[in-house]
């Protein structure tokens, strides 16, 4: 009896250690952030995806994990993530006239802040418009990302006005 009650508990913990990897495997799953997937006009989607096959694998040290749902037109780095949309509809504040704006690598960004501290940086004057978002963990990067993602947006998003 005994023997058989031995047998049992071997079984019971090797199946333990079989499905313990498994549940680890699925946690993971909870660090793929989520992004709300743009629906730009035919010519910015077109200009969206070209850019798609340009961006890089790594955003300043961080590895891509794109959003869910996959998309061309969202991308993701890090966790928590830089996220990474395109075909936008353009923000209000860039035409409001006090609106913070910069250049980065011959890019140029409205950039503005959340109440939560995140920072959003939207292109302008691209025929789309590409919203870079960076949360507040990673505020501290600074212009960084921007650095990493101003040679392909300049390469796929022509100078010019979206809409």
Not at 66 to 81: F, I, K, V, Y
């Amino acid at each position: 009896m005994t023997s058989v009650r031995h047998r049992y508990r071997v079984v019971l913990g090797l199946c333990a250690l079989v499905l313990l990897p498994v549940a680890a495997g699925c946690s993971s799953m909870d660090d793929t952030p989520s992004a709300a997937v743009p629906s730009p006009g035919a010519e910015a989607a077109g200009l969206c995806r070209n850019l798609d096959e340009r961006l890089p694998d790594e955003v300043d040290g961080l590895g891509r994990n794109d959003p869910e749902p996959r998309s061309a037109l969202t991308a993701a780095w890090g966790s928590p993530a830089i996220i990474l949309r395109c075909g936008v509809p353009r923000p209000a504040g860039m035409l409001a006239k006090d609106t913070d704006s910069i250049e980065v690598n011959g890019v140029g960004w409205l950039m503005e802040e959340g109440d939560d501290g995140s920072f959003r940086f939207t292109t302008a004057l691209r025929r789309a418009y590409v919203e870079v978002t960076l949360p507040k963990e990673l505020a501290s990067k600074g212009l960084g990302p921007l650095t990493d993602l101003a040679q392909p947006v300049k390469k796929a998003i022509p100078e010019g006005i979206a809409d």
